[in-house]
């Protein structure tokens, strides 16, 4: 909303410039979007009086002109404008000053002659409008001489541009912008002129009746005026009008627009003569009816528009535009002024089927207070008469059936600095809360508020701290160190540890992607997923996007391919990507929720393999501290490689799978490179982590390591072999290292060689040689007895 800093003025005794204006109403919660001025570029030009013409000695287009700008010596301006002559006022841009496109002037030579400056235009101040100008601005013979022209013009006022959002349609006025410029301020503001004499000895109500017949119009009310005179709006009128963007038409159609901008309620006028019923009907439109707005244009209405009828013909659409039939005239000489409410959803409804966006719908479709329209009636009969533009009948017609009634709350003046964290005395909250008109009363620490029914978006005790805060200062609040509670405490653990493996993922040079929730069922097919599988039992989305979008994933398989898909077909050569998302499976019992997993879902390609993704998995679960993890071969999950393919397990439950996609898959998704991904179900790993860290004394004694080359058959597991070795090293064993694996022609056919480095310690004392021998042996009697190991 357009907010003219002089118009403000009007309201509240505003001692601050409009710049520091807009910087106090920021910290107290209005949105300000910027403080528009219109010729805040131009500099250094004044009003000046041609005093001379000359013609330019050597140039026949020039003139050479002395101007007198209000000082004791005439300057000289060279110019090769026409339409001026002598004693013409016009703009002077004097050396070194700046027009409105930010062109700066300077004193210079013109054929030889000295030109001081330059005059000016209406479009070189920036003030043109559509039409196109030639020559010169002349001004007014009593326009005063050496003046600042943006003093002289106006073009010095400002107009702060305000986002009002939806919560607070009372401050889509000026009356509910002076009542938050008068809390910024610590000052009162005051009410416009609501005072009207009635001087028709004859009753509306004697000569029109209103009947509404639906419940989307809450209130109607009408007063009559006769004695008519239209014409133009005063000046100062129509300055405001444009000011805040409205087009001034007649005297009292401005009225109309003055009012709804002052008062914050649309209102219309009818020509009288075009009610020839007497009868105004608030009613449903009928389907395919057609209607001619005051735009000119012929709108087809269907029955859930609310229309303003004289009895059956339609004269007006409630809440968004008056109709052409009943439009104000030149002649007319008696109106009826309407100020109504009606259902802001169905105004936002059909504002947006007819493309129709009105100052009125933008104002009725954030439901703004019936109550408002008793004050906007009175506000424009009392400019009738101030304009003496006619004469206000008496009696009002005021169709009302559900009055809103003012609200009360009961808060707690010390929950409210605990809420804020605060010290304010009670006082001063029932100061601030008077300054915006909710009138406080003080019971002990409680603050007794009424709510005025403008206030809409008030209701809970959080909306009074909200307002405390907000008068008293944002900015006054002091920093408080938000509570942060440990990873011991259930209700905060899961989401700590969801942050550590991100911390980790991007630790490990992994990028975070985030996909949707919702998926096509065909997708199913294209990860190769088992026609019987359990994952094909999904959840079924009632209102979907499409088919694509139609129902919930039970895996993430699809989401990471698609990206990884889309980085390829992209030319990116190394991906590396990670999600943090959900899955969701279907409950046997339909009336309840499906079970929602948290899943880490980990995808690459490009100069990577098995062992890259499985260092990535490593580091994860190293973070979440788990370490009795072990990876189980698996071959029967389709839409992996059956031979570069593992399980996690913790014990014996399964908390996630990794390897290499399947070729099939990575076909059917476009992809010419080797695709690795992960799925990780991070409830399973959340129950099982420790990432308390404890203290461990460095080692007093020095490790002994023994080196081990052993030859077992092919399908022997890397996993199986440090398990037996730990198994029978027991204590002794700290630490496992695989260092090589090797077949060549020297291993026979089947076989394959793999080389260990053990490292042997004790805590107590120094290990000897004949300690690490017998341990030693028995490790390898066991890997010979279980797993059929020669030791090369």
Aim: net charge negative; glycine share 6%.
């Amino acid at each position: 909303m357009k907010v003219p800093y002089n118009w403000l003025k009007d309201y509240v005794d505003i001692d601050v410039n409009p710049k520091e204006l807009g910087d106090k109403l920021t910290l107290t919660g209005s949105q300000l979007e910027e403080v528009i001025t219109q010729g805040d570029k131009i500099k250094n030009v004044v009003t000046g009086k041609i005093v001379e013409i000359k013609q330019h000695p050597d140039a026949d287009k020039l003139k050479v002109c002395q101007v007198d700008i209000g000082k004791e010596e005439l300057i000289q301006i060279v110019t090769a404008a026409t339409n001026m002559k002598e004693n013409d006022i016009v703009p002077v841009a004097l050396h070194k000053s700046i027009l409105a496109d930010g062109t700066e002037i300077k004193k210079g030579k013109l054929r030889g002659q000295v030109s001081n400056g330059m005059f000016c235009s209406e479009e070189e101040l920036g003030i043109a409008g559509d039409e196109p100008v030639h020559g010169l601005m002349i001004l007014p013979k009593d326009a005063p001489i050496g003046v600042d022209i943006k003093e002289y013009l106006g073009l010095n006022k400002s107009v702060l541009d305000f986002d009002i959002t939806s919560n607070r349609p009372d401050c889509l006025s000026m009356i509910g912008m002076a009542r938050e410029v008068a809390a910024a301020l610590r000052k009162s503001y005051k009410m416009p002129n609501l005072n009207y004499e009635a001087k028709i000895n004859k009753n509306i109500n004697d000569i029109l009746h209103v009947e509404v017949r639906d419940n989307l119009c809450r209130r109607f009310m009408a007063r009559g005026v006769k004695n008519v005179k239209i014409g133009p709006s005063p000046s100062w009128m129509q300055e405001r009008l444009i000011d805040a963007g409205i087009r001034p038409i007649n005297n009292i159609v401005d009225i109309t627009n003055f009012v709804m901008l002052e008062i914050g309620e649309p209102m219309h006028a009818y020509d009288a003569r075009e009610i020839s019923s007497n009868k105004i009907v608030v009613e449903r439109a009928k389907n395919n009816e057609k209607f001619t707005t005051l735009d000119g244009i012929e709108r087809e209405l269907d029955e859930t528009f609310l229309c303003i009828k004289d009895n059956e013909t339609t004269i007006g659409l409630a809440g968004l535009m008056g109709g052409l039939n009943s439009e104000i005239k030149d002649d007319t000489t008696e109106v009826i002024f309407e100020a109504a409410n009606f259902d802001g959803t169905n105004i936002r409804v059909n504002s947006k089927k007819l493309n129709l966006r009105t100052e009125a719908s933008s104002r009725f479709e954030k439901d703004i207070d019936p109550n408002l329209a008793a004050l906007a009636i009175d506000r424009a009969c009392s400019l009738v008469c101030e304009l003496s533009c006619g004469e206000i009948m008496e009696g009002t017609i005021d169709v009302y059936p559900g009055k809103k009634e003012e609200s009360s709350i009961t808060v707690d003046s010390k929950w409210i600095n605990r809420f804020l964290g605060t010290d304010i005395p009670k006082e001063d909250m029932k100061y601030y809360l008077d300054l915006i008109d909710l009138k406080t009363t003080l019971e002990g620490d409680n603050l007794v508020i009424t709510i005025p029914t403008f206030r809409v978006d008030i209701g809970i005790k959080e909306d009074i701290a909200e307002e405390v805060a907000r008068i008293y200062g944002y900015d006054k609040i002091p920093t408080t160190i938000a509570k942060v509670s440990t990873g011991r405490e259930p209700k905060y653990k899961k989401e700590i540890l969801k942050e550590e493996v991100i911390k980790a993922m991007i630790a490990s040079g992994i990028n975070q992607s985030i996909s949707y929730s919702f998926i096509s069922p065909k997708v199913f097919d294209k990860i190769n997923l088992a026609a019987d599988s359990e994952l094909r039992n999904v959840v079924k989305i009632k209102n979907p996007l499409g088919e694509d979008y139609s129902v919930m994933r039970t895996t993430t398989i699809h989401s990471m391919m698609e990206s990884l898909a889309r980085n390829y077909s992209k030319n990116n050569d190394y991906v590396r990507l990670f999600e943090v998302g959900k899955v969701y499976i279907k409950n046997e019992d339909e009336s309840k929720l499906p079970q929602e997993k948290t899943i880490l879902t980990i995808g690459m390609y490009g100069e990577c393999d098995f062992l890259d993704l499985k260092g990535v998995v490593e580091n994860v679960l190293e973070t979440l501290g788990l370490n009795k993890v072990k990876f189980k071969r698996e071959s029967e999950n389709l839409s992996y490689h059956p031979g570069k393919t593992a399980s996690i397990m913790i014990g014996k439950e399964k908390a996630g799978t990794l390897g290499e996609v399947h070729p099939t898959v990575i076909e059917n998704y476009g992809i010419d490179e080797n695709c690795y991904l992960a799925e990780l179900d991070l409830d399973i790993l959340f129950n099982y982590a420790n990432i308390t860290k404890s203290y461990k004394p460095l080692p007093k004694f020095p490790a002994v390591t023994r080196d081990m080359a052993l030859l077992v058959d092919d399908e022997i597991l890397v996993q199986d072999i440090e398990d037996t070795i730990r198994r029978a090293g027991g204590n002794l064993v700290e630490k496992v290292k695989l260092f090589d694996i090797y077949k060549g022609a020297q291993i026979p056919e089947g076989k394959k060689s793999i080389a260990y480095s053990i490292a042997y310690r004790d805590d107590k004392k120094t290990l000897t040689d004949n300690d690490v021998n017998k341990v030693h042996d028995k490790i390898l009697r066991s890997l010979e007895h279980k797993l059929g190991a020669i030791l090369r």
